[in-house]
């Protein structure tokens, strides 16, 4: 079967899904409560204010790991139909006077921030509000119709990185169970708490 097809087989869900991922820390001594207050509030804020084409939402999780820096992360995934949507966003947040104020509130007091671009090649668009994620990368020469044969039984929410942008692994999966990968896939494991969730439909 050719690589298209294959995808095509593979991939079943209804519209393009894309996801920008921002990972982030809160300021050294600075309240967890209060930046967390801060975080939903500008989300909140946003997805009321901010009416942009292509855009779907936004949920925020507080991951117990990433391989880059120590302790707890904060991950923001804004859902987005076409990457074309992704200028909107960064424009509305610079020249809304409002969504700026609100937006620098949370941006003073954060750091160590990274972001990357995932599309959703099979299953639920909410899957990264699960409680665990497994990130995962295609061993060196295998070829991408044989890897996604392989971890078919345990992929059934599969994100891939777009454009190579992003600091964790090309491939991510969520579930509300806990299960071992094998280690051919270098995971990095993940323990997730939804903090806040507003898709729009």
Not at 149 to 164: D, G, V
Not at 187 to 195: A, D, E, K, T
Request: hydrophobic fraction near 40%.
């Amino acid at each position: 079967m050719k690589t298209l097809d294959f995808l095509i087989t593979y991939t079943h869900f209804i519209r393009e899904m894309l996801a920008y991922v921002f990972w982030h820390q809160r300021a050294r001594d600075f309240p967890a409560n209060e930046y967390e207050s801060s975080l939903l509030n500008f989300h909140d804020y946003f997805n009321k204010k901010a009416k942009i084409e292509g855009y779907l939402g936004s949920l925020v999780v507080k991951v117990d790991h990433v391989p880059w820096i120590e302790g707890e992360v904060y991950e923001d995934w804004y859902f987005i139909e076409t990457s074309k949507t992704l200028d909107l966003l960064n424009d509305i947040i610079l020249e809304s006077n409002d969504i700026k104020a609100v937006h620098d509130s949370i941006a003073k007091i954060a750091r160590n921030g990274k972001g990357g671009l995932y599309k959703l090649l099979n299953g639920e668009q909410l899957s990264p509000s699960y409680r665990f994620g497994y990130w995962i990368s295609k061993p060196v020469g295998m070829r991408y119709e044989d890897f996604y044969t392989e971890i078919k039984p345990f992929s059934q929410n599969l994100w891939r990185k777009q454009l190579a942008m992003g600091p964790l692994s090309e491939f991510c999966i969520f579930s509300n169970e806990y299960f071992k990968v094998p280690e051919k896939y270098f995971p990095v494991y993940q323990q997730r708490i939804l903090l806040y969730s507003s898709v729009l439909s």
